[in-house]
């Protein structure tokens, strides 16, 4: 459980971090990249809630850290498995050992260690096939984001959070539905270019802008309550008073910008 909460905290100061540069690139005017910023804020904050959950058993919460644990793990794997398959380690003068553990004894760690804890680790699915990530033996292994965002942040309005979790998502890929729509749609044709229409970078109106990153706001407020809850830091206190005046303007400032109450 202590490596849960310290995970959490390293993603929450990262999903903090990228929700100030959000904050940064939409006074600036900036029409990327408040979405791709505010893509990795909601992922890191809504893995922090998770990590965090108060609603979650102490066991829950330990299955989530090793779910994790194993999901980076296998990333880790592939990542030196392509260092592996170039030329680039012979020509660095480099030897296998010196990019760390390898899969099977990273991953043999991870065994021994769910073990202590009584947790189990398997590699195969429902239907007895091999699985591309291991995962604790009885959960459904790491979460999606997707997932994430309707569990922590829909409340009555499910569908919304992966429909603009899944915009954010194509702003950082580069697909026509997250980039165009930071695009002005009215962008004269260019006599110089044989009349070809080039779209100019335009930031979303307000109200469009403020339902996009929605998340964002949610996940902020989600995830402080959450480790408010997690550590027992107490209420009524000056700290406690302001962070409820700021959280109560940032509301009431998103619920104007996006037009509703």
């Known amino acids: 459980m202590t490596e849960a909460d310290v995970q959490a905290l390293t993603l929450l ?67 030196r498995q392509g260092l592996l398959n170039s030329d680039v380690i012979a020509t660095a003068g480099l030897t296998p050992a010196d990019l760390g553990l390898p899969l099977p004894d990273q991953l043999h760690e991870a ?17 007895g096939k091999k699985i591309r990530v291991p ?33 954010l998502s194509a702003s950082v890929h580069g697909t026509e539905i997250g980039v165009l729509q930071s695009f002005s749609n009215d962008s004269p044709a260019d006599p110089y270019l044989g009349g070809v229409i080039v779209p100019e970078p335009a930031q979303l109106d ?4 403020a339902f996009s990153l929605l998340g964002v706001v949610l996940t902020v407020v989600n995830t402080t309550d959450s480790i408010r809850i997690r550590f027992g830091w107490p209420d009524h206190t000056p700290a406690d008073r302001r962070y409820e005046r700021a959280k109560d303007a940032l509301i009431r ?3 104007t910008a996006i037009g509703t109450s």
Not at 111 to 127: K, W
């Open 253 to 255: 400032i998103w619920s």
């Open 111 to 127: 065994y021994e260690r769910a073990a202590a804890v009584g947790e189990t680790i398997t590699n195969l699915g429902a239907n």
């Open 206 to 209: 307000p109200p469009a802008l």
């Open 135 to 167: 995962r604790v033996e009885g959960t459904p292994g790491r979460i999606s984001t997707m997932s994430l965002a309707e569990i922590y942040t829909a409340g009555g309005a499910g569908g919304i959070p992966a429909f603009t979790m899944r915009s």
């Open 13 to 79: 100061h990262s999903g903090l971090e990228h929700v100030v540069a959000t904050a940064q690139s939409i006074t600036a005017g900036k029409a990327l990249l408040p979405h791709t910023l505010a893509r990795t804020a909601t992922e890191h904050l809504l893995r922090t809630h998770h990590l965090l959950d108060e609603t979650a058993t102490s066991r829950e919460r330990i299955q989530r850290r090793l779910n994790e644990w194993l999901y980076a793990i296998t990333e880790a794997g592939h990542r």
